[in-house]
């Protein structure tokens, strides 16, 4: 008689009914699991400045996430591994110069966190209310305040423990500057430039470069079926088209040249793997109707590419999957699936 | 005892004014020039001074000539009698702080725009004699200026690391706050900030957003 329920523990609810392991905290802790590989390739390439600079956010945005629901006498739920998501991706999308102490630029990443936790999250009403990423309006936030201090980049250092190293430019920064021909020369000849890209030995934020382990990763979460390939799919294959299309530039007289474009630099440089299969997709700032997340990823691209072509700044990932966000809700209604067996009202 | 009753209520219209019906921060209108202006503390003082002295002139004119303004044409008279305090207050400014006038000259002439100030005449002006028409006016415009002051205290100083225009830090700590995406974040939290003190220590509701 003791496992007998009282009343109202009897809910009679709608089948199917299905049992599942897979809460909210499992599929953030897996992500952040999914984004280790990406991590330690930019610890071994930019040594311990890495490893320091995406602890700091970590610790930042657990922490800050943890008082601010204390302040407001909100359940606390640094367990679920959200905040902890955030800080790690935000460590990764800043560069690794941050770690300085002349000039000084520990504070960045803390104010990073902060922002992206406290006021792009928490403000709105907590995780699964937030309108845009958190780690990309915290990372857009600080490109704005310190624009220097953001874009110093720095080669990727064979000397692991040296705090300093020399800085060069990011491959986009390069193909934005000089063109695609000093690209080349830079790193030797097209195939090493390719291979370099693809294995991650760049300048860079500390977890875009290596695109071999973000691949991995993110075949880790498609297998997982954590995340679809809709936007990813159509964000890397929007961004293919349209530097084919868009981003050759005739060599002497430096106007665009139509079709000849290098569709695979610009798939291989800056933050786009790790925007695409890890930002983009993220559950609450992205459609949730398939139709609508390949508009998204289809906007994403081509925002990226509009920015990394006209635009002011090398790399547009960031502001491209910002800028979509405000329109994931409106996508959502407008592509609406039918309700099943429903009637189409007629029109007058 | 009426007098006395009757001073009570002046503090206390000016104290609505300032705090529990401040223009920016409960009322939430006039957020504009809010975020426009208020990229250092001198302008955003000027901009409180202007807009007191038109708020207070306004008030009373409006308080004076009610009767014989028909209700029909109300809005109209309200904006002819706003129109005309704002241009003195133009053609003052410029004649006698030219460097300031040069820098917000425009925003000056958009007093006249301001939600608060017809607000204010036509819910409180149109219906008061003129001694509590005037301390309405000078708590809302104070209210006003406190909020402009406070809102470009905090831009000016994280955004430029200065005050008044006098260097307090060499660095420019926060660039995003001087920037227009700054002036949102700073009225927002601060508004945030007010109704957390208003609930917290004087038993208020909340803002009440814009309603009025």
């Given at each position: 008689m003791a496992d007998v329920k009282k009343e109202h523990e009897l809910i009679v609810t709608v089948s199917p009914h299905v049992r599942d392991e897979e809460t909210t905290s499992r599929i953030m802790w897996t992500v952040n699991m999914a984004l280790l590989p990406a991590f330690f390739m930019g610890f071994y390439f930019f040594g311990l400045k890495a490893l320091f600079i995406t602890a700091l956010c970590i610790i930042s945005s657990v922490l800050s996430e943890y008082f601010f629901q204390k302040a407001v006498n909100r359940k606390v739920t640094v367990n679920d591994g959200s905040s902890f998501l955030t800080g790690l991706l935000l460590g990764m999308n800043?560069?690794?110069?941050?770690?300085?102490?002349?000039?000084?630029?520990?504070?960045v990443p803390i104010i990073g966190s902060v922002i992206a936790v406290v006021i792009t999250k928490q403000f709105f009403g907590g995780l699964g209310y937030n309108i845009f990423n958190p780690a990309l309006i915290g990372r857009a936030f600080l490109l704005i305040s310190f624009p220097k201090a953001m874009t110093i980049w720095t080669e990727p250092s064979a000397a692991f423990f040296a705090l300093d190293a020399k800085t060069t430019a990011t491959p986009l920064g390069i193909l934005k500057e000089d063109g695609i021909a000093k690209l080349i020369e830079a790193f030797g000849d097209k195939l090493n430039l390719y291979a370099e890209l693809f294995n991650g030995h760049r300048a860079g934020s500390i977890g875009e470069t290596s695109v071999l382990a973000l691949l991995i990763g993110a075949g880790f979460l498609l297998y997982k079926r954590y995340i679809t390939w809709h936007i990813p799919i159509s964000f890397l294959g929007t961004v293919a088209v349209l530097a084919w299309i868009f981003?050759?530039?005739?060599?002497?007289?430096?106007k665009m040249l139509l079709f000849a474009g290098d569709p695979l630099i610009h798939l291989l440089s800056g933050g786009l793997m790790l925007g695409a299969f890890f930002m983009a997709t993220d559950y609450v700032t992205c459609p949730s109707v398939r139709k609508g997340q390949i508009v998204f990823g289809i906007g994403c691209g081509a925002l990226t590419m509009l920015i990394r072509i006209k635009g002011g700044y090398p790399e547009g990932v960031m502001f491209a999957i910002l800028l979509m966000n405000c329109f994931a809700p409106l996508i959502d209604r407008s592509m609406k699936s039918d309700v099943f067996g429903a009637v189409k009202e007629k029109k007058k | 005892m009426s007098n006395s009753e009757n001073k009570i209520s002046y503090i206390s219209l000016i104290k609505n004014g300032i705090f529990s019906e401040n223009p920016i921060f409960r009322v939430a209108l006039s957020l504009c020039p809010a975020v426009a202006v208020t990229s250092g503390v001198k302008n955003g003082f000027m901009m409180g001074i202007a807009v007191l002295f038109v708020q207070i002139m306004v008030n009373i004119t409006v308080s004076v000539v009610r009767k014989f303004i028909h209700p029909k044409v109300r809005i109209p008279s309200y904006m002819f009698i706003i129109a005309t305090w704002v241009t003195v207050t133009d053609l003052s400014m410029a004649a006698f702080v030219r460097d300031i006038y040069a820098q917000m000259g425009l925003y000056i002439k958009l007093i006249v725009a301001f939600a608060i100030i017809l607000s204010r005449a036509e819910l409180f002006a149109s219906k008061q004699k003129i001694t509590p028409s005037f301390f309405d006016g000078l708590g809302n415009g104070i209210g006003f200026l406190f909020a402009l002051v406070i809102i470009g205290f905090f831009r000016e100083l994280l955004g430029k690391g200065s005050l008044w225009g006098y260097p307090i830090v060499d660095t420019k700590p926060l660039l995003i706050m001087i920037l227009p995406t700054g002036g949102f974040f700073a009225v927002g939290i601060l508004m945030g900030l007010f109704n957390w003190i208003d609930m917290k220590f004087f038993g208020g509701g909340g803002a009440s957003g814009g309603g009025h």
């Open positions: 800043l560069p690794p110069s941050l770690w300085s102490f002349n000039p000084f630029t520990i504070h981003g050759g530039k005739n060599p002497e007289t430096g | -």
